[in-house]
């Protein structure tokens, strides 16, 4: 029994040896075959740097405004017995928007035209009795005065009664009502908004140090997510003298086009105020930067050893100002030297590549992406 389980033992352990050696040489042997492995050329879009010349622009965040914009209020009290316009309507300088009752002003007018003509009927009379020295010029002032008494009497209730036909004070866009037929108004009390919107403002604000660059007449480019994809041109209509003592900034106002009133008051709009300057750039697309915050770099492509392929020298670089698909470069870089133009962050310095530029995006300083 002990001979037989002997050499079973034997056997499992000659059997286990070989199986070691065998996976330690299939082992050895992948080992190698990683080692001797050269990885296949990353396929890669590339851009050359560009010497540009660039616009100096101060960009800003600003809020629309009406030219013209008010809140229609009553100006004396009164109840209202006539609405005249609509809401959301157009109207234009002196259209008529409401009527307060005013009965009682209309009865007092007729008696004060009656003293109105007694006034003047005895003014009359004085004048021929001082001309025959029958009255002293004492009676005739009197009677002058009371004639101008009667007149401004006339005179302050019939602009009591223009007050309570309210009329637009300039041409414009009307928004909600806010009063009802019937119902009493009192002094100050709304009645619609009315705004000019076609021009339209544009106020924002600059730091202090660019204060001497800005004058009147700049050309502003405004955008706003009203208008995707539109840009509008303004210009620079009023500066304010006085600065922020706070936020050491000074406000702007830019006088803007609005053909169709689609830009309505209290948007938001990014402003940029271009700048008769302009400045030398080395432009490079921004999808060929590699963001990190040890440092911003790009990947030149340059040759191989022995000029065999292409491979990749990680620089890093400064950026400076961004315009549309394109940022400067400030230092890092070379006019003329290549660049990789996308998907740089999964490339590693010193690998080697193939330029293929079939697929290269269409990088523009001013795009115009379609509204999909």
Do not use: C
């Amino acid at each position: 029994m002990k001979k037989p389980l002997i050499l079973t033992l034997i056997g499992l352990v000659v059997l286990i040896a070989l199986l070691v050696v065998i996976k330690g040489l299939q082992i050895g042997a992948m080992a190698d075959h990683g080692k001797k492995f050269v990885p296949p050329p990353e396929t890669v879009t590339s851009a050359v740097v560009k010497a540009d010349s660039w616009e100096t622009a101060l960009t800003s965040v600003g809020t629309l405004n009406a030219v013209e914009g008010v809140t229609v209020a009553a100006e004396l009290p009164g109840k209202v017995v006539q609405i005249a316009f609509e809401a959301g309507t157009t109207v234009k300088k002196g259209d008529i928007l409401l009527r307060q009752d005013t009965s009682s002003e209309e009865a007092q007018l007729s008696g004060v035209l009656a003293q109105v003509n007694l006034a003047r009927i005895n003014l009359d009379r004085a004048n021929q009795l001082l001309a025959k020295e029958l009255i002293s010029r004492a009676d005739r002032d009197n009677a002058v005065a009371t004639a101008d008494q009667a007149q401004a009497q006339a005179e302050n209730l019939r602009a009591s009664i223009a007050k309570k036909t309210i009329r637009a004070p300039f041409s414009g866009h009307l928004g909600i009502r806010q009063v009802n037929l019937g119902q009493i108004l009192r002094e100050g009390d709304p009645i619609v908004t009315l705004q000019s919107l076609d021009p339209i403002y544009a106020d924002f604000t600059l730091p202090q140090q660019h204060l001497s660059s800005v004058r009147l007449g700049l050309t502003v480019q405004v955008t706003t997510d009203a208008l995707r994809g539109e840009t509008l041109k303004g210009q620079i209509n009023a500066i304010n003298p006085l600065v922020d003592a706070e936020t050491r900034q000074f406000k702007v106002q830019a006088t803007l086009p609005n053909r169709g009133e689609k830009l309505r008051p209290g948007m938001f709009a990014n402003v940029a105020v271009g700048l008769p300057a302009v400045r030398k750039v080395l432009a490079i697309p921004a999808t060929a930067v590699l963001y990190a915050p040890y440092g911003d770099s790009v990947f030149i492509v340059e040759d191989g050893a022995n000029k065999e392929g292409k491979v990749l020298r990680q620089q890093f670089v400064r950026l400076g100002l961004k315009r549309g698909d394109f940022v400067a470069v400030t230092s890092g870089i070379q006019e003329g030297q290549t660049v990789v133009s996308t998907g740089v962050f999964k490339l590693r310095n010193g690998q080697s590549v193939v330029v293929d530029n079939t697929l290269s995006p269409d990088f523009q300083k001013a795009p115009k992406p379609e509204n999909n």
